[in-house]
């Protein structure tokens, strides 16, 4: 039985929910003993607002799938979510914090128990707001094979986000790449589980570390949509949802510390899982023991009836009930199902009120984690301590985009650009003469994905500057080489298909001794963009007519150089065999073109390595490296799926030669050591990647050809070198079997170290010994690695 205590902020300080010195599970179960219906709804739904940039209050966006919002009605009942304050609208960080402050303090005032509200963000290439440093996409955090140096991008960007009070960070995502003609290719990682999960959750270490709430997502199946079409019906089997698309979740969970999740639009096989119990629920909580919130990805509850059919159109209340008893604790982005129609559905009947409960303790227990329910709680950010001043003095006096958050983002920036091919033309020898062609070259936006604030929000607000330093390739070239003379003509559009200016752009590269062709997307939402949410494409052809251009100028004779501005990987025709250099880029962030212009002249020495295939052919998906033998080349069909550069594959200017590669036994049943000698043979530092590949050639269910099981990414300077160990657990041989179980299954297996999924150096013969035997969520997910220098 609920027991109502009035409160009075007098009292606040004794109430039991707000004592320090009770166990969490005390202050939780006053709180949802004291509370009404209402009350309790009010904590399971967000509201989307927008900071004012004068610094007062904050306002309701209103949106087709929201109902209008009278804050002055709602609040007395308590908020618990703020939608995106600082990423809705360009607002001054300083004053964005201030109009974030004076938002809590009126709902902590407005209600009985004075709760604040959580504020989330998107966070996916860095703090999504008005003068935030804009770093590198998630696919390039994948390019970079280095973990450690997300972890610290991600640390900065979590402090960043407390510093001016928000919680809660939308970001990372954790989908694999199954097509790559899906438009949010660049938000992920790569086309490999284990490349997804180290990194994800090294990025969610950093969030988790400063303080705020990383929510992965998107749970799960979202990137394996039919034909890459955003939102289109899951297909997928069981055994690739188990072996593909769940490991990284289930490796975040294991080892980040992360505290939510956030569902997928998509359906799979026919259940939406937004309504999939056996996943948000089953799985999440009852076998891997998550204990964290699941938030709702935008609408996704209207969806349920919307889009998915599973509830009538206009029944709010079904939707809302069937997302919150399949797992979803909150409504995001705002309120529409979980106010007054799931009030409803507990008032006649339909729905137990003991569900909401559930949430609600998962709601509250977060809260109580970040000091809301605190006594002592200030609404005053760290970041505004110590300022006076009214709006107009605190204008500016936040920094969001510091000098060394602009190095850090150079640094993850040189160390994701990947070198494709060189004949020997990069570093470029001080030529006099440069050539620039192609439409991503004079683009500011040309390095920004689509979750980057200047994309997502700032287009929307052109009368607004971009609020940090963008320069265009073009403007890096000409900095990076102050002596040589540059023309440029663009060429064409990115996609609009003309081919008028493409003799124009032939004409200056035959007069030049270089000329550097700037390919790429433009990211945008919805089909506003060739790359991002909702911009799939049919195929991988490059946008427009930059292959026409792309042909015309490599025909031209002169020394080509491409680099590839983009959001996901693409067919380059001939390009792979007749230019003298390909660099791919993916959406470096706001240091990205000063990066690529230091490669070109030799100042950076690209150390990136592919998180997706570079197909050969435009029409060749969906394929990733990550494939059984019959889909890969055969006899069997004249498609020949092989890609032009394989997952992993990345060159340097400096070469690394290997050498004393041993397996410690020709068998074993536990674990097993593999290791190698690389030294750095040539006359500059760089970076190499060694990649250890398991290859299974006989299993009693079909298995990839090869499968990333473990890498190193390693620094070494001139004439030195180390010796990469890795001792493997058996259990990395795990797969699910036959009868849905995960088993590890004796007979005879081929570690493989290789310099990419397709460059195999050093293939080891070994023999699994032992019987087949079950394995579960706890099981070892890596193999111990140890780099010795020497």
Not at 32 to 44: G, I, S
Not at 409 to 425: C, F, Q, T
Not at 677 to 699: E, F, K, W
């Amino acid at each position: 039985m609920s027991i109502r205590v009035p409160v009075s902020p007098e009292s606040s300080a004794s109430l039991p929910w707000n004592d320090a010195g009770r166990s969490p599970h005390e202050r939780v179960e006053a709180l949802v003993a004291a509370m009404t219906l209402d009350e309790k709804l009010a904590q399971l739904y967000g509201v989307w607002v927008g900071a004012d940039a004068s610094g007062g209050e904050v306002a309701p966006n209103q949106n087709e799938m929201s109902q209008e919002i009278d804050l002055d009605e709602l609040l007395p009942a308590g908020l618990g979510q703020l939608t995106r304050p600082f990423g809705t609208a360009p607002v001054d960080p300083a004053l964005g914090a201030l109009s974030l402050q004076r938002t809590q303090e009126r709902i902590v005032a407005s209600s009985r128990f004075g709760i604040p509200a959580i504020a989330h963000e998107e966070c996916l290439a860095g703090f999504a707001t008005w003068g935030a440093t804009a770093y590198p996409v998630p696919l390039a955090w994948g390019a970079s094979f280095d973990p450690d140096l997300v972890r610290e991008m991600a640390g900065r960007i979590g402090r960043d986000m407390r510093s001016v009070g928000v919680h809660q960070g939308l970001a990372p995502v954790l989908d694999v790449v199954r097509d790559a003609r899906w438009g949010r290719v660049e938000e992920t990682i790569g086309e490999d589980p284990y490349l997804v999960g180290t990194i994800a959750t090294a990025y969610v270490q950093g969030l988790e570390q400063a303080g705020v709430v990383a929510t992965l997502k998107h749970f799960v199946g979202y990137s394996a949509s039919k034909a890459g079409r955003n939102l289109a019906p899951v297909s997928v089997g069981p055994r690739e949802l188990a072996d593909v698309l769940l490991p990284p979740f289930e490796m975040a969970l294991r080892e980040s510390g992360v505290r939510s999740v956030m569902n997928a639009y998509t359906d799979i096989d026919g259940i939406p899982t937004a309504a999939d119990a056996s996943l948000l629920t089953d799985l999440l909580r009852e076998t891997w023991g998550f204990d964290g919130t699941v938030v709702a990805d935008y609408f996704a509850v209207g969806f349920l009836a919307a889009l998915h059919g599973v509830a009538a159109q206009d029944d709010w209340g079904a939707a809302a009930r069937v997302a919150l008893t399949a797992g979803i604790d909150v409504e995001l982005p705002t309120l529409r199902g979980y106010g007054e129609p799931l009030a409803r559905e507990v008032r006649e009947g339909r729905l137990d009120e003991a569900f909401i409960d559930r949430a609600l303790r998962r709601v509250l227990h977060q809260k109580l984690q970040l000091g809301l329910l605190d006594a002592d709680w200030s609404a005053v950010p760290s970041a505004l301590k110590g300022l006076r001043g009214d709006a107009g003095e605190l204008r500016g006096r936040i920094d969001l985009d510091t000098a060394e958050s602009r190095a850090l983002a150079a640094r993850v920036a040189e160390r994701a650009l990947v070198l494709l091919r060189n004949d020997g033309i990069l570093p470029l020898d001080a030529p006099r003469r440069i050539a620039v062609v192609g439409p991503t070259a004079d683009d500011p936006y040309a390095v920004l994905g689509c979750y980057s604030f200047p994309a997502h929000v700032g287009v929307k607000h052109p009368e607004i500057p971009i609020g940090i330093d963008l320069p265009t390739l073009l403007a890096s070239l000409r900095a990076e080489f102050p002596d040589a003379e540059i023309d440029y003509v663009r060429g064409t559009t990115i996609d609009g298909g003309e081919t008028d200016e493409i003799p124009s752009a032939v004409a200056i590269a035959r007069d030049a001794d270089v000329v550097i062709v700037a390919l790429g997307d433009r990211a945008g939402l919805f089909g506003r963009g060739t790359s991002g949410e909702g911009c799939d494409v049919e195929s991988l052809a490059l946008p427009g007519a930059q292959q026409d251009l792309l042909d015309a100028v490599l025909a031209s004779g002169t020394p080509a150089v491409v680099t590839l501005l983009a959001g996901r990987p693409y067919a380059l025709g001939d390009a792979p065999t007749t230019a003298g250099a390909i660099l791919e880029a993916f959406f470096l962030g706001e240091e990205g073109t000063r990066v690529v212009a230091g490669a070109l002249s030799g100042r950076v020495n690209p150390g990136g390595r592919l998180p997706v295939s570079v197909p050969a052919t435009v029409g060749a998906q969906p394929s990733t490296y990550l494939a059984a033998p019959l889909a890969r080349r055969s006899t069997v069909s004249n498609i020949d799926p092989s890609p032009a550069y394989p997952f992993g594959h990345g060159l340097s200017y400096t070469s690394f030669e290997w050498s004393g590669h041993e397996v410690s036994a020709p068998s074993f049943s536990d674990t097993v050591d593999v290791h190698v000698t690389i030294r750095n043979s040539g006359d500059r530092a760089g970076s190499d990647v060694v990649q250890l590949y398991l290859h299974d050639p006989v299993a009693t269910v079909v298995r990839p050809v090869q499968r990333l099981i473990s890498y190193a990414r390693v620094d070494l300077d001139p004439g030195s070198a180390a010796t990469v160990r890795f001792r493997v657990p058996s259990e990395l041989a795990s797969f699910t079997g036959v009868d849905g179980r995960r088993i590890v299954e004796p007979g005879a297996l081929v570690l493989g170290v290789g310099r990419s999924s397709g460059d195999i150096v050093h293939a080891h013969p070994v023999e699994l010994t032992g019987t087949t035997r079950v394995v579960d969520h706890t099981r070892p997910l890596h193999a111990e690695v140890r780099v010795e220098r020497g």
